[in-house]
């Protein structure tokens, strides 16, 4: 039971919210860590070394923080840092390439919630103030469900105060209702149509499909990768509004950026502003190193954390290394003045950086170079004929044009800062514009149900099916 499934769509969140809004205010962080708990029960029912991970993940963040607040001890901090790390690389290799054979799978949201748990304890090193002894508020904090799959990371000192001021307003539910069924849209009726697109040009490569298809699965990886992760993040970010948390919206329009590293400041705006916070403000205190040094130290750090969020081994460096230059080149030479202020460099920025990035999870979805070189070796050798192209548009043909439409109809309503156009429109017509985008992604929301659903039953509970990782 996950985001897009029938079960939490139409038992778990009514009933949670249902509940939610029934109950006192200082009860409703109970509510939450009740439901937070049942939520990731009920989704690892067959796997449950995840809940086993979790509650050990818990129980030593709590000790930890109380540790840290008492001693406030630099090196103790730095001991349990590398305890996080190496839970994390522990975990990544032992279920990608130990243990697959006896169904231990990664466990899920454990990337987020170490990453999480980080935050918990650096701020009880910075803050000793903070209650450090509440165990209820440690786990709510590293549970908290509606951003278990995609985020956006919150840290511990804002949760907190997040924490204090819940309500269950009616306008507020309305907004995120709204929001997590454009995330269901995304999530269902596009990322999963391309992805078994995708999915048929990868086995086909080297037999029917050529160069053309091969060109055209490079703009299906870059758009598969914003619309899964921003849905997954849209319908958090949903949850968490009708919950009364004020949260922003964590995918901001990096299909339009004219760089690599605005790209990704906009891919996953929290995990840069929690990288920025914990890594790079305190590396550029360090004076006696040269600024542009830390800079660059600073980006690395945040490039190849990101990398290893969706792989962990020998080939994450290659993996991150054509796309960590290309940010070092935009940060510390004058490139990145003339991406910014001029025209042309806009134009050539934005096409660099979609192919750039576009490479970038390719690579990630084939595994290493030598795989995405030999992908290209066979589309350029395919002497796929029309017929056989026909025959592959074909097949596929309907769903794309669905796609497309669903595409239009969802990016369309929405303004660049992530309100909808109803926003910009005349004063008189507000309401109207409002009403109108509203049937369209209601419409759009039952044809997910209906049509696509049933068609890819497999994203709706394994989420990371849209990845071979």
């Not at 032992?94 to 949201?109: D, K, R, S």
């Not at 796309?323 to 935009?330: D, K, N, T």
């Not at 490139?335 to 690579?363: D, M």
Request: proline content about 4%; overall charge positive; some cysteine.
């Amino acid at each position: 039971m996950l985001f897009a499934s029938a079960g939490f769509l139409f038992v778990f969140l009514p009933l949670f919210l249902l509940i939610y809004a029934l109950s006192p205010d200082k009860g409703k962080c109970a509510v939450i860590l009740i439901g937070s708990i049942a939520f990731y029960v009920i989704a690892n029912l067959n796997a449950p070394f995840s809940i086993l991970v979790l509650w050990l993940t818990v129980l030593f963040h709590f000790f930890a923080g109380m540790a840290l607040s008492r001693w406030h001890d630099r090196i103790l901090l730095v001991l349990f840092l590398a305890v996080d790390v190496m839970a994390f690389f522990s975990l990544r290799l032992l279920c990608n390439q130990m243990l697959p054979q006896y169904y231990f799978t990664f466990p899920v949201g454990a990337s987020l919630y170490l990453l999480m748990g980080a935050s918990y304890l650096i701020e009880h090193y910075r803050d000793p103030s903070l209650r450090s002894d509440d165990l209820a508020q440690a786990a709510l904090y590293l549970t908290f469900f509606p951003i278990m799959l995609a985020g956006p990371l919150i840290r511990f000192r804002d949760f907190a105060g997040y924490m204090k001021n819940l309500s269950c307003q009616m306008g507020n539910v309305a907004r995120g209702m709204r929001l997590l069924t454009v995330g269901l849209i995304k999530t269902m009726a596009v990322a999963a149509v391309l992805t078994e697109a995708y999915d048929n040009i990868l086995q086909y490569s080297d037999m029917q499909v050529n160069v053309w298809i091969g060109s055209i699965s490079l703009v299906m990886m870059y758009l598969i990768v914003f619309f899964i992760f921003s849905g997954y993040s849209d319908m958090g970010v949903g949850i968490c509004i009708m919950l009364g948390i004020p949260l922003h919206r964590d995918y901001r329009n990096p299909l339009q950026a004219t760089s690599p590293m605005a790209y990704l400041k906009g891919f996953f705006a929290s995990f840069y502003a929690f990288v920025e916070a914990y890594v790079m403000e305190p590396l550029a205190r360090l004076e006696k190193l040269p600024m542009k040094l830390r800079r660059a130290l600073g980006l690395t750090v945040y490039l190849l954390l990101l990398t290893l969020w969706f792989r962990v081994d020998a080939r994450t460096v290659p993996i991150a290394l054509p796309l960590l230059i290309a940010i070092l080149l935009e940060e510390l030479t004058p490139i990145g003045s003339f991406i910014r202020n001029r025209r042309l460099g806009k134009l050539i920025g934005w096409i660099f950086t979609f192919l750039l990035t576009s490479l970038f999870w390719t690579v990630q979805q084939l595994g290493s170079y030598g795989n995405l070189f030999e992908y290209i070796r066979n589309l350029l050798e395919a002497t796929g004929s029309y017929q056989s192209l026909y025959t592959y548009a074909t097949s596929i043909g309907f769903d794309f044009i669905i796609v497309a439409v669903i595409a239009l109809s969802i990016l369309m309503p929405l303004s660049h800062s992530g309100n909808t156009l109803a926003a910009h429109a005349p004063a008189k017509l507000q309401t109207l514009a409002d009403a109108v985008i509203s049937v369209i992604l209601l419409t759009l929301f039952v044809m997910t149900l209906v049509y696509f659903m049933p068609q890819f039953p497999q994203y709706a509970v394994e989420p990371y099916s849209y990845f071979v990782i």
